[in-house]
């Protein structure tokens, strides 16, 4: 029996049935998780850690690395329309078919200083950059990965055109491996060196800019296996491998230098892939919102699963309306009809309470198909509206209309999209298709990821059909005797900087910083030649600097070595290390400003330590007369603050204590 009153949409909730979803499928947040919650859901994860090497040159062209312009400093525009190619079995890969049915425009800007011929694939490639294979293959042997015996250089299809070639050229150099976490091991699949990727200026509609600048630089790439079973594992992981690399000081730093694609899935759903995650503090909100989308949509498949039996009969119905017919007073229509954008509504036959079914925190499965429509019919966003809105963007009695138009069942849902005559098909093929993928679960797919800890559809999720042999480039054998020499000169291990840090009595709180900016070898080494105390030099480091660099900005680029320096000087000069902590604000904000200037400007004024001593027992005095307390503490702090001014830099706190103890 068909019904379409106003009563049946109005009885109904969205932002109700937004709520009770979120319970269904049993959503925390990540504050609240349980180790337990993710066994519920069979969370499981893996990491792709993409990492660039800090080389001069890029990796198979001559041109310099590192060197970025900004947007509007080029010297020439290239257009290219990417198309599939089959792959060495004959077949094509989705994503390759995914990206060609978009129809992008792919406009690249060349900067002559960084960039030649190859990049835009009018040259063939150079032989590989030795400078970054080497770098690589020490990371290779750190990570305990059985190096092979002949690199291979691969191509690697890209058709959103992030490569002008549209492949990457990568090579596998170690297999096999592992990572130690506090409380497991986690197998490395392999480490691979690859070309890096434009950078994106722009994507609206049909047009997309990049810029060369980045390309080709040397990147590594470290996949493990699927082994973090909670997000706090991942995020350790993510963490040490970011330390490996550091630890050998061939690794570039700063934004976009590493960047990680996430891997999650949870019981029953699939290898959903995050991408190009910058910062690793995103990686436990972004894992375990990814991995309760899935347990969402499983729910969804379930719904559909009881209410419709033959999904192999579903299909979608749709009609072109007259915007005069329906109050649609909402702006993005109205600015796509002076574009001379058509109007289209969609019935959805047993979707009803899907749209409105949660995902995210704050987006439904609607949101699953308004992504879509963006990156594949290239609708820009908003692009959609529909009867299960949690915010109604147009009055609902547009969709009792819509359901008497299509003689619609009570369950059904609708939604109406605007777009130019090019892009409807595209746009009424993606809906039906993210529909029926409902029925399946969860779509393999890589997604974009926000700050937020949420995200959105990117493209379809890439196939083995994508790798076939770079016929360009010869195989490089690797002799024993070479890599060999190389293990040689491996840096410590992360595990070891850990628990030798600890032996030295560091504050744990320190390891990250210290780790993550590859201090270590500084503090090593001040603590053998200066003789400084470890746990001293530790906090001033893991502290004091950390503090300064988050506090202060510096004229010109601060080398961490000049903290080496500035310890060496105050020992060189005879003065307590103490003064460090005053001078290193200003040593931090003027790098090139010499130590006895730094000096002058904190007022600081050497003294002898008997001319300070001498001082005591009138303090002593002073204190009994002003504070009338008996309490000996309270006296030695009394006059070591009112001595803090002249004493620091020409006696040590613990010697001055002492003294004003003893006197």
Known sequence: MKTNTSADSSSFDPKQNYEKTKKEIGYVTRKKAKKA????????????????????EKLFCRCPAGIYHKDDEYDAEIIRHMRPTLSELGEYDGTALMEFKTKKEIIYRINNETACTYEIDDTPPFKINKEALEKALEISLLCKLNIVGEVHITRKQY???SIPTGFQRTAILGVEGEIPLKNKKVRLIQLSIEEDSCREISDIRHTRIYKTDRLGMPLIETVTYPDMFT????????????????????????SGAGREDVNVSCKGGTRVEVKGVSYNKLIPELSHNEAFRQWALLNVRKKLTDKIKDPSKWKIQHQEIDYRDYDLKYEPITNGLIDKYRIIAVNLPGFKSILSHFTQPGKIFADEISDRL?????LEEPNMVHSEELEPKVIPENFDKLKSLFNADREDAQIIFWAPDEDISTALETIEE??????????NETRKSFTDGTTIFE???PGADRMYPDTDSAPIPLATDYIENLRKKLPTEVVDRYNQMKKWDIPEDTYNYILRNNLYPLIEKIIKDLKIDPKFIGTFIGHKLKFVEGHYKSTNTFEYSKIYDLFKFLIDKKLEIQLSKKMLPIVYQYPKMDFESILTSIHFKPLPKEEILSKIPFLKEKFKEIKQSKNDNAAVHWIMGELQKTAV?????????????QN
Not at 649 to 661: F, M, V
């Open 231 to 254: 997000p706090d594992e991942l995020k350790e992981a993510a963490e040490y491998i970011r330390f490996l690399n550091r630890s050998t000081g061939k690794v570039r730093t700063g």
């Open 37 to 56: 919650d993710y066994q519920r859901i069979g969370f499981k994860s893996g990491l792709e850690v993409h990492q660039q090497l800090n080389t001069k």
């Open 374 to 378: 963006k990156v594949i019919a290239c």
């Open 649 to 661: 830099g020409n006696i040590a706190p613990e010697k001055l204590a002492k003294a004003i103890e």
């Open 459 to 461: 493209r379809v999720l």
């Open 159 to 161: 058709l959103d055109g």
């Open 434 to 443: 993210r529909c029926l993928m409902a029925f399946e679960g969860v779509p």
